[in-house]
């Protein structure tokens, strides 16, 4: 019978059952509000995971400083957050502002111990980056307002940081690659709630 990571590499070469699988994230609010009624999600397909968020996350009104040096609230409950404090607000701080150490992401020694598990169940290791992990990332650092001004103005800076934020994930997609990950996830938005940030045309 062939094993998860036989049917997966052969999913990724096209040459699968012609299933599109997928998952569904139920929120730990939306779970709160609907509870049991939304048991029968996790069963419905073979196609299709499903993760329901039975316990809460972190609570409303926190607020945190990221690896970054970006600071955060959370104004609901398991949700995310709104980056209310940038560290290169002035492009004067760039010269003296300190990335965080790809080495730093995550247990590198575990997860390669993790790795190795999985690939020993013969299932698949992911891996990936935050979410957020280019565009979302300026404007967590600059400000949104901000980077739509740099990107439409060709700041130099704005390129200098690109490549600072760009450097941060090479090395971190480096070491995944090395411990030997078969997936890696990049996340990011590109849009608002109706449109692009600025005009295709601009």
């Known amino acids: 019978m062939e094993n998860e990571r036989e049917k997966f590499f052969r999913q990724i070469n096209l040459e699968g059952d012609k299933c599109v699988r997928s998952h569904i994230s139920i929120t730990h609010p939306v779970w709160k509000e609907y509870k049991e009624k939304l048991d029968w999600l996790e069963g419905f397909s073979s196609h299709v ?3 329901i968020g039975r316990s ?3 609570k409303a009104n926190d ?3 990221d690896r ?3 600071h955060w609230i959370y104004p609901l409950e398991s949700l995310d957050g709104q980056c209310i404090g940038h ?3 002035s492009w004067n701080d760039l010269g003296t502002y300190q990335p965080p150490d790809p080495d730093e992401f995550t247990d590198w020694e575990q997860a390669k111990q993790s790795a190795e598990h999985t690939k020993s169940q013969e299932k698949v290791v992911h891996s990936g980056t935050d979410h957020g992990f280019i565009f ?3 404007t967590y650092l600059r400000g949104f307002e901000k980077v739509m001004f740099d990107i439409a103005e060709e700041c130099p800076e704005l390129e200098e940081l690109i490549e600072i934020v760009e450097s941060y994930w090479f090395e971190v997609v480096r ?3 090395e411990i030997g990950a078969d997936i890696i996830g990049f996340g990011d938005d590109l849009g608002l709630q109706y449109a692009l940030p600025m005009s295709p045309d601009s």
């Open 136 to 138: 979302l990332r300026l």
């Open 63 to 65: 607020e945190l400083t």
């Open 56 to 58: 809460p996350g972190r």
């Open 87 to 89: 560290p290169i607000d």
């Open 68 to 70: 970054w040096g970006c």
């Open 49 to 51: 995971s499903v993760g």
């Open 175 to 177: 070491r995944w690659i």
